[in-house]
């Protein structure tokens, strides 16, 4: 069987986790999908948010962020884990946000490194943007936080000091009714919190 990326940090604890956040985290199947609902994609009101704009708009051409926001938006998402020729496992995420104007997309691969014992993402279309990601189980759901990142130019790669890059943390768990619930907040040093988003999301048999 196939193991997750999220494997050497969750296995040890599944048992604390719901038998749905295991099979999401730690999948048995290849290929999970997802739909539903977030009911709040935000970002700051004042002038720091406003700063952020430009950030928010850069992003959307890498598949990273975007700039809007809105209630109730519809969302999709698609998991697939394999394994490269050379052993390696890939967990790959897509995400999309359904706004009324236009359909915005968070794309990223990641697989388990153990010389960095960190889940290393590579996000964007042209997996541009390398994190660190650190998962732990808290408050009944998992936790990630975001850690050191890169910014992968061609040959180039880039480290990124703490004051430009985004931290992101990422809680995902069970609500009263069985869905998965999840929030994502995005914090800078110069830009504090600035984006986010909360909403809940179901697993769904037929493609999305």
Known sequence: MINSPFAPFLEPQADRLPPALRQ????????????????HVWRRKDWLGSASIPVLWIGTFAGLLFP???????????????????????????????????VREFYAVMHFDQGRNAIVDFLGKGEQLEVELHPCIEDGGITITSGKQWLRLGILR???PSWIAGQAKIHESLNDKGQFAIRVTIHNPILQDFFGYEGTFESVSEPV
């Open 24 to 39: 999401h985290f730690l999948p048995v199947r290849e290929m999970q999908r997802f739909r539903g609902l977030m009911k």
């Open 68 to 102: 809007e926001i809105g209630d109730d938006i519809s969302f999709e998402l698609e998991n697939q884990i394999y394994q490269k020729p050379d052993g390696q496992v890939v967990m790959t995420w897509s995400r999309r946000f359904h706004f009324p104007k236009c």
């Open 158 to 160: 880039i480290p990124l």
